[in-house]
Each structure stands twice: as C-alpha cells, then as structure tokens.
C-alpha cells in the first residue's frame, strides 16, 4: 500500500505554499542561531529530508560540506537546479529516511520543518532516529525541528483556511487521532474551477515524548527549545526543537 508521502503530486501541488520565498529566505535566516544553538564547528553536514534545500544550500554557501536526503524526485530536482543558481556544490542522494545511513559520516544532522513522525509504525521513528545516530561521528549532534504536541493542542483549529496573491484558496481540515498520537491533515487547494484534496497524517510528540525517543536511539544531553534562537520550549513556543548528541566514547 502507498504512503502519503510516496504520492509525488502531493509536493508538487503544495509546493507553492509550503515554500513560499519568504519561507525559503527565513531559513536563510535560521542558519546562524541554528549553529550557535548547536555550537559545534561541523566539516560535514546531513540536511535528512531536505526538500528544496532550504537549510543545504545556504550551508553550503557557508562552505560546509553537505549531503541532502529526500525521497521525493521533484524537491531534488528543485533543490539542483535552486544549488547551481547559487553557485554551490551539495551532494544529493534520493533514498527513504528509514534506510538513509552513513556510519561516522557527519558532524551535524537536520531534520527541520516538520519532517518527522510520518511512519504509523512508530518503530520507524525510532529507526530514522537510529540511522541519524549512526551517520554521526561522536561529538556530533542531531538538531529536529517540528511542531509539538502541546502548542497544537493550545491552538489547535479544526479548520482554517488561507487565500493567497494568485487568487487560490487552501482549505485545512484537522483531525486527532488515537488518543492524541496522531493528527489528520486534509488539505483542498482550490484554484479556480480545479479543486485537489490531499490527506497527510503523522504522530505528534510531546517535548518529553520525543526527549525519550532520541534518548532510545542512543542520543545523550537531549535538550528541547521552543525556537531556534534558544527560547525555553514553555507556554510561549512555537516550535520544538530537539538537539541529541552522541557523546565521544
Ligand atoms: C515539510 S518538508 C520539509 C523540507 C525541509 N526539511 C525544509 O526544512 O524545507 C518534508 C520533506 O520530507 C520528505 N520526505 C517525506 N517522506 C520521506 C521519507 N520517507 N524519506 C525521506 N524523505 C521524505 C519530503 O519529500 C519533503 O521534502
């Protein structure tokens, strides 16, 4: 049976709206607190479900080597053709993040925007979590970012909908599941007199929930934030953002 993420219409669809260039700019902005947050000095960076390249490309800018993992054939194509525009070498490699590893490969590991928490089976997470472990090298350390448990539910809104500068109108409808695990997505893009309907659902992690999935995966001093600027992940957060380290032995 196909995921949802396997459906490459999906990304091509929501491509204007999930990456949009002010959202494509505001990771430029990220790099800088995201490394100060992690303070290491890395010589080898892997941007895990890097999408467009969002984070690879301004890294690379920066002269860090990078590796880009994706499954989806058309962000890497947008990702190359973003990464010569920029005049930067990334290396990039289509495979599942289940099966991505490269043992003692890496300093530094990202997975940002919400690209965590896809598989039902939540043995998946924590492979994906493990294979991370094992492509870095000790002293490196995994920064995830995504949307916690606790400001969905502060917030939480069964539907909303935004209009954009084209005239098209995307609808989202949320629904929670299984006990507060998991979260359904529907999303209809109306453009004109075509009207698409995408269904997108992942599990939702609470801090200490994900704190504990990164602490099975062999990660140490696993701290949470709720931005990239380092705030305390409390009432106010945003974001949840999870940085493990693998110790040196
Ligand atoms: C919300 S986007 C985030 C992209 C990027 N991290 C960013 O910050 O812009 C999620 C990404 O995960 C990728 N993805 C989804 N399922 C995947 C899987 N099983 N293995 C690898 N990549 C996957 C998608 O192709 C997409 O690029």
Redesign the pocket.
């Given at each position: 049976m196909t995921e949802w993420?396997e459906d490459e219409s999906l990304?091509i669809e929501t491509y204007p709206y999930?990456?949009s260039p002010s959202?494509i700019a505001a990771?430029e902005e990220e790099v800088e607190p995201l490394l100060r947050l992690v303070g290491i000095e890395p010589q080898s960076i892997l941007?895990?479900?890097?999408?467009?390249g969002?984070?690879a490309i301004p890294l690379a800018r920066r002269g860090y080597r990078v590796t880009g993992?994706?499954?989806?054939a058309f962000?890497l194509d947008k990702a190359r053709e973003r990464a010569a525009a920029a005049n930067v070498e990334v290396e990039w490699v289509q495979?599942?993040?289940?099966t991505?590893a490269r043992p003692c490969a890496f300093d530094l590991a990202?997975?940002?925007?919400?690209?965590f928490g896809?598989?039902e089976d939540k043995d998946e997470d924590l492979r994906v979590l493990q294979n991370a472990f094992e492509s870095l090298r000790p002293g490196g350390a995994l920064v995830m970012?995504v949307v916690g448990k606790e400001r969905l539910a502060r917030s939480f809104q069964p539907t909303s909908s935004r209009k954009y500068a084209d005239g098209s109108v995307v609808i989202d409808r949320r629904e929670v599941l299984d006990d507060w695990t998991r979260i359904r997505m529907e999303w209809t893009i109306i453009r004109g007199n075509d009207v698409r309907v995408y269904t997108v659902h992942h599990t939702v992690y609470s801090g200490q929930e994900l704190k504990d999935r990164f602490t099975a995966a062999g990660f140490a001093d696993v701290k949470l934030y709720g931005s990239i600027d380092g705030a305390p992940y409390g009432l106010e957060a945003d974001r949840l953002i999870v940085v493990g380290r693998k110790l040196a032995p």
């Open positions: 993420f990304w999930m990456f959202r990771a941007d895990l479900c890097c999408g467009p969002r984070f993992v994706d499954r989806t962000f495979e599942d993040m289940r991505f990202l997975s940002m925007f919400t690209s896809y598989f970012d």
